[in-house]
């Protein structure tokens, strides 16, 4: 069973970087779209970005616009989401996800990797 493996998640403090990475674990996957998702305590999963893996276009939710950037690698099958000038707020689980649709629900979901931002 195809699943997705995040890494790059840790502790930094407000201001910093982290770059998280995510790649198919298992098999492949036919994906068209992928996204990053987070869900801090004890609020609801928020979209983060999403990219279309063919044609690169990217889409960002106005939070983290201007600092946070999603691209992939296609030759080494990974998705990248590097984060810059971290903030407090932006502390939470991330979660990659994968879809064989332009659009709508995604199908594959990986097992999420902590992000927390404090001084």
């Known amino acids: 069973q195809v699943q997705l493996v995040e890494s790059g998640g840790g502790l930094v403090q407000p201001g910093g970087s982290l770059r998280l990475s995510c790649a198919p674990s298992?098999?492949?996957?036919?994906?068209?779209?992928m996204g990053w998702y987070r869900q801090a305590r004890a609020k609801e999963r928020e979209f983060v970005a999403s990219?279309?893996?063919?044609?690169?276009?990217?889409n960002y939710a106005n939070s983290v616009k201007a600092r946070f950037t999603i691209y992939r690698d296609i030759v080494a099958n990974t998705l990248y989401l590097q984060m810059n000038t971290l903030k407090p707020e932006d502390t939470a689980v991330y979660y990659c996800?994968?879809?064989?649709?332009?659009?709508?629900?995604?199908?594959?979901w990986g097992q999420g990797t902590q992000v927390t931002v404090s001084s």
């Open positions: 990219i279309i893996w063919s044609g690169g276009i990217t």
């Open positions: 298992g098999g492949s996957v036919s994906r068209l779209r």
């Open positions: 996800a994968a879809s064989t649709q332009l659009s709508g629900e995604y199908e594959y």
